[in-house]
């Protein structure tokens, strides 16, 4: 029971909460205890928001899971969980975050309500029209990111913000992609009724400008006048090669692999995805923190 309960949360899910933690990084605050403690705290919020966002969407989505070749192995459309139970834990999980949001800064209490309904009319309809089901998503990766400048009262560069968007559009479309290959290789009509409105055609196209959209806007960041200034240095450019790398390698895993139907599984399987996000992280601290 707690494996289901386990998958039922979406743990290996919560990954994309550390959108939260950019602001804390790039703020030059990361290794300060009651910064960093405040955006932990705003990280574990937004998981259980996630989690409870998942629970109601397959709750919503039990009939159509059951007729897809792998969504129907999840709790709930398998039987494992049953309706009522996954109610009760929905219930419950609502509960704790509405106790534990009040404890914080009011716009941070905002931008998870935001998160929240934003991913509810997804999961009840957004997701059923094209382009606004992917750009529903990138809205969300945005949110996570404004709450993490929130919780910790810092301002955040508008290209970092478009970055994130960017990003997001890419990680969506891509998994539309996989989707529509999917509902190709199988026998049985995809459930998922937005992807008619999609073509392997189409999704390409947007592929290529989301990636492109990406890859400018965070080297136009790593120049900025503004992001030299703050952080007295323009060696964050070199920073760049990763960025350029994981969006490469994603598509390659898309492309060639045959894979991206779940980006989170991706991210915590593929080493070279694995290494080069490390390698990210330590090269970017070392400029931004002064290391080196």
């Given at each position: ?114 998160y929240f309904i ?150 915590i399987t593929d ?22």
């Open positions: 029971m707690i494996k289901n309960y386990f998958k039922l949360l979406r743990i290996p899910q919560w990954i994309k909460n550390l959108f939260v933690f950019v602001p804390l990084l790039f703020s030059k605050h990361l290794f300060e205890h009651d910064y960093f403690i405040l955006t932990f705290f705003g990280f574990l919020l937004f998981c259980l928001t996630s989690s409870l966002i998942y629970i109601i969407n397959d709750i919503i989505d039990i009939e159509a899971d059951k007729a897809h070749p792998v969504k129907k192995n999840r709790p709930i459309p398998s039987g494992r969980i049953s309706k009522r139970n996954a109610i009760i834990t929905a219930a419950f999980l609502f509960l704790i975050i509405l106790f534990a949001i009040i404890h914080f800064d009011s716009r941070f209490y905002y931008a998870v309500a935001v934003l991913n509810v009319f997804y999961s009840i309809n957004l997701k059923h029209f094209v382009l606004l089901d992917i750009f529903s998503i990138a809205a969300g990766f945005m949110i996570r990111v404004l709450a993490g400048a929130y919780i910790i009262n810092v301002e955040i560069s508008s290209w970092l913000l478009l970055t994130t968007m960017f990003i997001s559009l890419f990680l969506a479309i891509m998994k539309r992609q996989s989707e529509l290959k999917l509902s190709h290789n199988i026998d049985s009509p995809s459930t998922r009724k937005v992807l008619s409105h999609y073509s392997f055609e189409f999704t390409n196209q947007i592929a290529t400008v989301a990636a492109s959209g990406v890859i400018i806007c965070y080297a136009l960041y790593t120049v900025s006048s503004r992001t030299v200034s703050i952080f007295r240095t323009e060696n964050l450019i070199y920073t760049t090669p990763f960025v350029v790398f994981g969006i490469f390698r994603y598509m390659y895993i898309v492309y060639i692999n045959q894979q991206g139907e779940n980006a989170t599984e991706i991210m080493l070279p995805m694995i290494f080069n996000f490390l390698f990210y992280i330590l090269t970017t601290i070392l400029i931004v923190y002064k290391i080196i």
